[in-house]
């Protein structure tokens, strides 16, 4: 019998905690935990707990865990953004195959490094783009690759940041600021950037990008506003409320069920009182209007691929539901697909329409639409296996190209929207 494939995680947070560990109770057999770190002693404890790590292999710190000898297979790096590259590359150099949170690195030159690196140590390193993985995307790469549209000339795509969501990570959360973690067009959607290069099978040319920080400044506060939420007298007609958001909102809040994301990353095993608590005097609890945010709040990005096909790429943090919505325009048909209807409309111009409820093609679409779970079980059954990576896995090197199209659109649009030539960066 295969034994089960051992891992550290480093990050105990919504990724590492709440999505990762807990597969070393569904799927046992795949895969083992054996040491932690955070800098959080409570999560340490309650992971060590559940999973029975030793307490030798409990660190309060990456870095604490690092100094020791490679401890098991895989290490999962879920820190934030700016220490990946200072926890990969001494992984890899230990003997880790490495499980990495998008992004790389918001630094083109890092991303490069760790690359290298894992070239040198001959390791398996998978970036966590598991829009790859869920059955939507799967579905529509399967239409393109069988040719049903014929070549596909070019392609609108979205991404519906719900408005809570941005309060939530871009405003008042850990990714709000471009210095410390990354651009929104990057940490965001590089998943984006991604899938849609991933799905075309090409790389980006050229790009150009206009976007701000639009709305979430502190001009455009109603008046009344206050610092914090639980002084405010704008809060009856401010869908940005913290209190209704982590309480009351029929899809966030603890007083109508849902203690999981985002609730439970303003207060571990929040409830009323746990999540009262937190809004008091934490971050979560201030106005989005007088917050130290920096990062845009809606985006276009232009897109010539190298095969001369031409993407037009939205995100906008204004909408009331989230997912992805496409439009894919080939010589012979188009696709439409709407991710949070789980559609897929496929019209090819002279043959019948299908029409695919993707709820069909999968039980579990939990996780980023089913795409968390199936992106680490392939990967840890093809390092059990001792296998290559498959065309879905998304390895460092594809990654690279994700980020590459990100941080070009992210210099266009800091220059007036000026097209950015990729083919220089590559070859940094």
């Known amino acids: 019998m295969q034994k089960p494939v051992t891992v550290a995680i480093v990050g105990l947070g919504g990724r590492g905690k709440d999505t990762y560990a807990p597969m070393a109770l569904s799927r046992p057999d795949l895969m083992k935990i054996v040491a932690i770190a955070d800098i959080v002693p409570e999560k340490v404890d309650e992971v060590a707990r559940l999973y029975g790590v030793p307490r030798e ?12 000898p490679r401890l098991a297979d895989v290490l999962f790096v879920c820190t934030q953004d700016r220490q990946h590259v200072g926890h990969a590359i001494p992984a890899l150099r230990k003997g880790y195959h490495l499980l990495l949170e998008k992004p790389i690195s918001p630094v083109l030159s890092e991303c490069q490094r760790v690359l290298a690196e894992a070239k040198k140590a001959d390791r398996q390193v998978v970036v966590c783009h598991v829009l790859r993985y869920t059955p939507f995307f799967q579905k529509i790469k399967a239409v393109l690759d069988a040719g049903r549209i014929g070549e596909v000339v ?7 940041v719900v408005y809570w969501h941005q309060a939530h990570s871009f405003v008042r959360g850990n990714w709000r600021r471009e210095e410390d973690t990354s651009p929104m067009i990057l940490q965001k959607s590089c998943h984006d950037l991604d899938i849609l290069l991933w799905l075309l099978g090409d790389r980006c040319a050229r790009v150009s990008s206009f976007g701000s920080l639009r709305h979430f400044r502190p001009e455009m506060a109603p008046a009344g506003a206050a610092e914090r939420c639980r002084d405010c007298s704008a809060r009856d007609g401010c869908p940005y409320d913290a209190y209704k958001i982590y309480l009351t909102n029929e899809e966030t809040g603890v007083l109508a069920g849902h203690t999981g994301w985002p609730a439970d990353i303003v207060a571990m095993h929040p409830n009323e009182a746990r999540i009262r608590a937190a809004l008091e005097d934490g971050p979560y609890g201030r106005c989005v209007y007088h917050c130290d945010n920096d990062v845009v709040d809606h985006q276009v990005v232009n897109l010539e691929l190298e095969h001369g096909q031409t993407v037009s790429f939205t995100m906008c943090a204004f909408t009331k539901t989230g997912g992805r919505t496409l439009k894919i325009m080939g010589t012979h048909g188009d696709i439409r697909a709407d991710m949070h209807e789980n559609t897929i409309d496929v019209e090819p111009f002279d043959a019948p329409s299908e029409h695919v409820e993707v709820r069909t093609l999968a039980e579990d679409l939990s ?9 680490v079980e392939e990967y840890l059954e093809m390092l059990a296996s001792g296998g290559r990576p498959s065309g879905t896995l998304s390895t460092l090197e594809a990654s690279v190209e994700s980020h590459l199209a990100a941080l070009a659109a992210e210099e266009s649009r ?5 097209a950015v030539e990729i083919a220089p960066l590559r070859g940094l």
């Open 57 to 68: 292999r409990c660190f309060d710190s990456a870095e604490a865990l690092l100094r020791e």
């Open 367 to 375: 996780g980023h639409a089913g795409g968390d779970i199936r992106m």
């Open 154 to 160: 070019s392609v609108m795509a979205l991404e519906n």
């Open 414 to 418: 800091k220059h007036g929207g000026r």
